[in-house]
Structure formats: C-alpha cells, structure tokens
C-alpha cells in the first residue's frame, strides 16, 4: 500500500454499552513528522490513543504500524515495538532522581538473576545506558535536574522527564497526551519546541492530543479533528481550524 506511513488506522471501531466512543476511525501518520489530534471533550481520543496503544482492544478496525498489523496487541508488546505513550498525569517513580527514572526504561542485563552478582557480565551495557540516558536528558533540557528526585520537579517538567524515559525505551513513534496540560504559557512552548526538536533531529513521530491550540498548532505538521468518535475533518492547521465542521463541533451551530 503506497504511502501508508510509519502508522495506519483503518477504520478503527470501540463500544463502551450503547457509547461509540470510536466509529469507523481512519488516517495515517507520517514518519517524522507531528500530528495533534482535536476535537471537544468525548470525542474519542484518548479512546483512540488506548486502542493503538493496546490498553483496549477494538471492536473492529486495524492498526498497522510500520506496515505490520498490531491490532489488539497488549500494551508491552508494542511498547517493545516501538510506539511509547505518555498519560496526562506523568506516571513517575517520584522516589528516584531524574536519570534514575531515564533509566529504569532501558533494559540492562545486569537486572537478570543469574548475571546480576556478575558485574563484568554487564558493567559495560550500563555505562552505555548512562551515556544514552545523558544524552536523552541534555536534549530534553533537564540535564541539570539529573540527580533531583522526581517528585521535586515541576509540573511541565514532569512531562518532560516521562517524554525522556519514553525515549530510552528506543520509541520512535510517541503518543503524548496533553503534554502542556496545566503547564504555564513558558514551559508550554518549550515543551513544543522540544517535541519539534525530537522530531527534526531524532526522526522521532508524535501523535498528540492537546486542547490548548492557542499554542500547539504553531509546532504541528498535520491536524486530524474528531466529534462523536468519527474524524471530521484533517489536514494542516489553517486548513483543519477553518473547517465549518470543526467550528461547528467546538461552538455548536
């Protein structure tokens, strides 16, 4: 299939008793590049980011990432595929310092229980997990926060720091959802920037889900609206924000 992109949704459905949180859901993401997705409250896409992610299962409809078909896989397993999500509440180890937290995502092989009294056996693999986990800090912007407690830094830093761990997974694909929640005006774009940064200089995608547009929309490369668990309308900022449909789903007509 030409042009499907590193993910496709195809027609991807979800009921929850008489609800249909997703009805007939399709598009595709392509590599590199930022997608947000909109729409009002109950318009299904958190839902939809649980069903790519495999924290639900859907009632019909595929997911194919990078050409492989992933529908219904359970969350480890295509989180070791390479898709990685972040929850609008970060889900830290707030009793571990920021590199602790970055790297608890990589996987050592000292943690085995045979190898683990064997430091020889594995002192070479975390030496390279604290270099990758430097790294991966110094592009987020926390590389000086590195020995603070989790539970210390602020909110939109937070973010950041779960973004970062999503990373040290080896995800290429990451599905954010409101990052800027809460977070002040400041924090909010630095917070894009870095996602933009991550995509143009790490070939990281992002699908991201954000109410605050006022800000979003001048990082993103695609926007995909939904109403009602169906997509109303896609295409880029101006083209999606100008949509009558759209207008109509966030005021009403």
């Not at 249909?20 to 993401?29: E, H, I, K, T, Y």
């Not at 592009?139 to 939109?156: N, P």
Request: proline share 4%.
């Amino acid at each position: 299939m030409a042009d499907s992109g590193i993910l496709r949704i195809d027609n991807l459905a979800k009921s929850f008793g008489s609800l249909r949180a997703v009805d007939g859901v399709s598009f595709s993401l392509q590599e590199k590049k930022i997608c947000i997705l909109i729409g009002p409250n109950g318009s299904g896409k958190t839902t939809l980011v649980n069903l790519v992610s495999g924290f639900y299962k859907p009632d019909s409809g595929d997911v194919y990432y990078r050409g492989q078909r992933i529908t219904g896989w359970a969350p480890h397993r295509v989180y070791r595929a390479g898709i990685a999500r972040t929850f609008q509440i970060p889900a830290l180890f707030t009793k571990l310092n920021v590199l602790e937290n970055v790297l608890i995502a990589d996987d050592n092989p000292g943690e085995g229980f045979l190898r683990a009294p064997i430091h020889r056996l594995w002192h070479k693999a975390e030496e390279s997990s604290v270099e990758k986990a430097a790294k991966i800090l110094d592009v987020i912007g926390l590389s000086d926060q590195w020995q603070k407690q989790a539970s210390t830094l602020s909110g939109g830093q937070m973010k950041l720091l779960e973004m970062g761990r999503a990373l040290m997974s080896g995800a290429n694909l990451l599905l954010l959802d409101e990052p800027i929640s809460g977070v002040n005006p400041t924090l909010a774009h630095e917070i894009f920037s870095t996602i933009q940064r991550l995509s143009t200089e790490l070939g990281v995608t992002f699908l991201v889900i954000e109410h605050r547009l006022d800000i979003a929309l001048g990082y993103v490369d695609h926007v995909v609206a939904m109403a009602y668990g169906k997509v109303i309308s896609t295409g880029t900022a101006d083209e999606v924000i100008g949509d009558p449909r759209v207008i109509e789903a966030y005021l009403g007509a």
